[in-house]
């Protein structure tokens, strides 16, 4: 690819993508396209031809799990058979929800409720114990919001909340009206159910908040969590889902539990109108299309999708989520084997061992918590390709194709939420895979200090046999080493070398890494994009990471004879490329973590030395920055 070295020194991303971008088409059914969602659409329409070879006999498997998967599949493209059978298996649902008269009878049925993934006032999730990483435990944490944020009902965001919450009220009357609904009932139960959000929205945590794992940590005894409310019986219902009483569990929103009691105290007519439209949106898309597309309406118009994805996409979308490591292990053994599988394990341990050297050389660490730290990293468990093992639930999981859709659903649901209950109290399988190794992405887990690098991203502009070297560590190297990055970012350096939340740092280390990470913050913060602005505190362990896993990608490529400074940073640049809706971009920056792509690839790289001597940036270019505000932390 040609790059014009000059234009590098005005805009790194542009020089680089610039000409892509001009002429690259955002698919209709999609909010943005560029590095990641291109290799998404590839393995989309591999999987999707894959899938209905089997799903038409042309080809045949002997795991049974995947046969299974095949069938959903096979269920869910019945669009014709669902429009003639028309509503009922949800109007079924919905029965049940009309029958409760009081907080009582919701209680009689929760734990049911919860097992088929049914509406409830606080959601329940079993993981790792944040203190006793061995061991699996009972967290708690509040139901989601109409609107994709908590900021978004705040008075700077009015014109935003009117406009979404309009969208999404013309949105559930529709649904309604074609589900039998009188209008003015209809109109009646909608308004309820945004009583009922707004009574929420105040005492959940905002995605800024909820990115500070430090505050997630709040174990109570099941005494003092039930003491939240005399609403409904917390105790009952924990017992009744995983056997027993547990001694303690995980809060993660302290506040939302102290605001329980008055949320739901005289407020069960709204709370009933709250999970009726729940339970609508939650099925509706199960039904004929009509009812499919106007279910997507709201969720399109956030991201500004022109139109909902194709039904055969759905159908593939369905079928690979509820057998997602069924999916992964097919895609991964296919399409990726276990020779690349092997090479990039190497290449995981190789980035590894430079991150211990660098950590060895560092100069602001004391030398206790650079052992630790080193510790940390040996420790560390990796996860590359897709699973030697794929969890024994996906052997219950019966899909039958004379039933219904949403039957199916209810059924896999049910056995999947059995399974996690059952998994409370015993020990964790810390090499278990949660992401499906079909999915472009990667990912560190704080509690169990693993890393984890699918399949599906092991692929070019990330990772090619056809690239250099300097080009495969400006992307996956640069990946890698972020996720390893991830365990000594803002969040991961509270957590020990078995996923402990435990200081392992000295109080002066402590501190000092306090300062660099608000130097981060201050980097990012109020940064204008997509006419808003980049918010710092939310974005700054991914930032962290960011830099770290640049620098570190950095220092190994420049080990190799063939290396060269003006590939790696070219190949950095052209990993992040993406082009969006102005809708999807300003959603990012109020929900997601990550900063802007186009932000991750300049800011990092401007703040190494040795991207201002590969192009020749001086003072007065627009890229140059004064070593003085150059963030460098790993």
């Known amino acids: 690819m040609a790059v ?15 000409d892509w971008i001009k002429d690259a088409k955002i698919p209709d059914d999609k909010p943005a396209t560029g590095g990641f969602n291109d290799l998404v659409d590839a393995i989309d329409k591999q999987m999707m031809d894959d899938f209905d070879a089997y799903a038409d006999g042309k080809e045949n498997s002997d795991d049974p799990r995947f046969n299974e998967m095949i069938k959903l599949y096979k269920v869910a493209k019945k669009f014709d058979f669902r429009k003639k059978v028309g509503p009922k298996a949800l109007k079924r649902v919905l029965s049940s929800v009309k029958e409760l008269q009081s907080y009582d009878d919701y209680q009689a049925q929760w734990r049911n409720w919860v097992m088929f993934g049914l509406p409830s006032p606080v959601n329940f999730d079993i993981d790792a114990d944040m203190k006793n990483a061995t061991v699996y435990a009972l967290f708690v944490s509040s139901p989601s919001l109409i609107l994709p944020d908590k900021s978004y009902y705040t008075p700077e ?45 105040p005492n959940v945590k905002s995605a800024e908040e909820a990115a500070d794992y430090s505050k997630m940590y709040n174990p109570q005894t099941v005494a003092e969590l039930t003491a939240s409310t005399d609403q409904l019986d917390l105790a009952g219902v924990i017992k009744r889902l995983v056997g027993t009483t547990p001694e303690k569990v995980i809060v993660m929103e302290p506040d939302y539990f102290k605001a329980l009691d008055g949320i739901l105290k005289d407020h069960f007519d709204l709370f009933k109108d709250w999970a009726t439209v729940n339970v609508i949106r939650d099925y509706a898309s199960y039904l004929d299309d009509e009812m499919r597309e106007i279910n997507g309406r709201y969720n399109r118009a956030l991201s500004g999708s022109k139109k909902p994805i194709s039904q055969r996409k759905f159908a593939y979308y369905l079928a690979r989520d509820v057998f997602s490591q069924v999916a992964g292990n097919y895609y991964g053994k296919k399409y990726f084997g276990p020779e690349a599988k092997a090479d990039v394990h190497q290449m995981v341990e190789r980035m590894v061992d430079v991150y211990k050297k660098r950590l060895a050389k560092n100069d602001w660490l004391s030398k206790a918590t650079r052992e630790k730290a080193i510790l940390k990293l040996d420790k560390l468990g990796i996860q590359v390709g897709y699973p030697d093992e794929i969890p024994a639930v996906y052997d219950q999981l019966k899909i039958d194709e004379g039933e219904s859709l949403i039957a199916n659903l209810n059924q896999v649901s049910y056995v999947k939420n059995h399974e996690m209950f059952s998994r409370w109290n015993k020990p964790v399988d810390r090499m278990r895979w949660e992401m499906s190794a079909a999915t472009v992405n990667a990912y560190y887990h704080p509690f169990k200090n693993i890393i984890v690098f699918p399949a599906a991203i092991l692929q070019a502009p990330f990772y090619s046999l056809k690239q250099t070297s300097s080009q495969n560590y400006g992307g996956i190297g640069a990946v890698i080493a972020h996720e390893i990055s991830h365990a000594f970012d803002n969040n991961g350096a509270l957590f020990d070398e078995y996923g402990n939340l435990n200081n392992w740092w000295t109080d002066t280390d402590s501190a000092h890494f306090k300062q660099l990470a608000q130097k981060m913050i ?27 896993g640049l620098s570190c990608a950095l220092e190994a490529a420049k080990e190799e004879d063939d290396f060269s400074a003006t590939e790696f940073f070219i190949n950095w640049a052209t990993i992040w490329r993406m082009k969006a809706t102005e809708q999807y971009e300003q959603l990012l920056l109020s929900i997601d973590v990550h900063a802007p792509q186009k932000l991750r690839a300049n800011v990092q790289a401007q703040n190494l030395a040795d991207f201002y001597t590969a192009f020749g940036i001086q003072p007065g270019d627009k890229m140059y920055k004064a070593p003085e505000d150059r963030v460098n932390i790993w």
């Open 4 to 18: 014009d070295k000059m234009m590098i020194k005005d805009d790194l991303y542009e020089a680089v993508n610039g």
């Open 157 to 201: 965001k009015q014109q935003e909340h009117d406009q979404l919450l309009g969208l999404w009220t013309d949105m559930v009357a529709t649904l309604m009206d074609k589900l039998g609904y009188d209008k003015n009932e209809a109109a009646r139960i909608i308004q309820g159910a945004k009583d009922f959000d707004a009574l929420l929205a």
């Open 522 to 548: 201050k980097e990012f913060n109020g940064l204008p994009y997509a006419g808003q602005k980049v918010n710092g505190k939310l974005t700054v362990s991914e930032n962290i990471a960011d830099g770290g």
